[in-house]
């Protein structure tokens, strides 16, 4: 055993440079999979933070609409309404949550200040649904829904598009 460890240390001293790129070889080599490793790692957590953000056995139900087309053109009714949400529930024991809900793109204005956003129409159970957490503020009540009150609840990209670093809660629009 000592004569091959003998051996093994005088190649290493009579081929330096060789002996030199091997170890720089294996030292890039591990450190490119501990690299790889890591960046897989990463994306799993992202993956499963924006799963996670969809909520817990979550099924969304779409509705299509049906076109008619006549001669005064294309028309579209919709084929679900919020009553059919809602006899799911009360039907089908497996359902916990509904929220109905309805969803634009439009522009939202203050001051001298826009932004293009999604607007969603979404009952009081979303925030259970989707499993969300507010920052600040206080989420749509069923007293709200009952009473249609004009109520909505910002995401931080209008916020910051649109009031900067004011406190809107501490402002009055809270």
């Keep these: 055993m000592t004569a091959l460890l003998k051996i093994a240390l005088r190649a290493i001293q ?12 294996i030292i890039i080599g591990v450190g490119a999979v501990i690299v790889m490793v890591s ?6 957590a992202f993956v499963e933070k924006q799963l996670e953000s969809l909520g817990t056995n979550v099924l969304i139900i779409i509705p299509i609409s049906t076109t008619h087309t006549s001669a005064r053109g294309t028309t579209g009714t919709i084929t679900l309404t919020a009553e059919d949400a809602f006899a799911m529930e009360k039907e089908c024991g497996a359902v916990s949550y509904v929220s109905p809900g309805i969803r634009t793109s439009t522009q939202v204005v203050y001051g001298n200040m826009n932004w293009t956003t999604f607007v969603s129409g979404v009952g009081p159970d979303f925030q259970t649904i989707r499993n969300w957490q507010l920052e600040s503020g206080r989420f749509i009540t069923q007293q709200d829904a009952n009473s249609m009150a004009k109520v909505c609840l910002l995401g931080q990209t209008v916020v910051t598009n649109l009031f900067g670093t004011m406190n809107l809660l501490a402002s009055g629009f809270g």
């Design 39 to 44: 960046i897989g790692q990463g994306a799993k």
């Design 14 to 25: 009579r081929n330096k440079l060789r002996s030199s790129l091997t170890v720089l070889g």
